[in-house]
């Protein structure tokens, strides 16, 4: 079968829509510093199944395993690594800096957020 000649754009729109995965591979693109190429062979999949995929809804929750392994399976891509695509993004999202009046994560924060227990109470050597 042909690729249809709308692919590449559909894909390309995706990247704007947060809860598909055009969306994820962008900014895991961004984040990594990969070309399409490299994130279609890191998936082991041409650029083709990468466009499609690309319009494929982002899993997430509590099917996220399941939604993972139906994605990977019509596609037949690894879903290991899809999934740790995906898990990735979450994270690098979760620790950047937010906008919009949200919290700002930074290294102080990240360092207080680590202590479980006042100065006073620091075990002597």
């Given at each position: 079968m042909a690729t249809p000649d709308w692919l590449k754009t559909a894909a390309q729109r995706s990247e704007r829509e947060t809860w598909m995965l055009g969306h994820v591979?962008?900014?895991y693109r961004q984040v990594e510093g990969r070309t399409d190429e490299e994130l279609a062979a890191e998936l082991g999949c041409s650029l083709e199944v990468l466009e499609w995929l690309s319009l494929c809804r982002r899993p997430q929750g509590e099917r996220f395993a399941e939604h993972?392994?139906?994605?990977?399976?019509?596609?037949?891509?690894?879903?290991r690594r899809l999934g740790a695509v995906i898990r990735h993004v979450e994270v690098m999202n979760a620790l950047a800096p937010q906008r919009d009046g949200g919290v700002v994560a930074?290294?102080?924060s990240l360092l207080l957020a680590a202590r479980d227990r006042?100065?006073?109470?620091e075990p002597s050597s």
């Open positions: 591979f962008a900014r993972v392994l139906a994605i990977a399976k019509r596609f037949a891509v690894d879903p930074n290294k102080g006042p100065k006073d109470e």
